[in-house]
């Protein structure tokens, strides 16, 4: 079964058992999907559903600390519920161990030294760990290693 089935199934479900919030979250990737194939005219395929839905979580992760500044905990859990959801469509993600050894092979195999090396490091890395990591988690490693 593709995401794009998955998520339909996951919708209809939703609905029949009056989960809003599951249903509004799937509704919403959805229409992101949809209009992500209206833009670029193609039929999403599972790569880049899964693009999409770690671009809405990263969004989602930002949001949360502009509601903590406006001291608005009931979006916060709103949130973290979202992203509770969206996660479940994501390959399972890497550990920081896992993260770490990756980060350290690419940086010894294209001989990697200095933070000046950072933008092709990002670029090297984030396919190997496409949607199983976050690209500031990466860079976080990566600026330990460098330094």
């Not at 949130?79 to 959801?85: D, G, K, L, Q, Y």
């Amino acid at each position: 079964m593709s995401l794009k089935e998955k998520l339909m199934e996951d919708l209809k479900t939703s609905m029949k058992e009056k989960d809003t919030l599951r249903k509004n979250t799937i509704t919403m990737v959805r229409a992101s999907i949809k209009q992500f194939e209206v833009d670029e005219r193609v039929d999403a395929d599972d790569d880049q559903i899964l693009k999409i839905i770690s671009k809405q979580l990263k969004e989602k992760k930002n949001s949360i600390e502009d509601f903590k500044r406006g001291d608005r905990q009931d979006l916060v859990d709103q949130t973290n519920a979202e992203m509770e959801i969206l996660q479940e469509y994501l390959p399972e993600q890497l550990s920081d161990e896992e993260l770490e050894e990756i980060v350290k092979k690419v940086i010894s195999d294209k001989g990697y030294s200095s933070m000046k090396d950072m933008g092709n490091l990002m670029k090297d890395v984030m396919p190997i760990v496409e949607g199983k990591a976050d690209g500031s988690r990466i860079s976080e490693i990566a600026k330990r290693e460098f330094s």
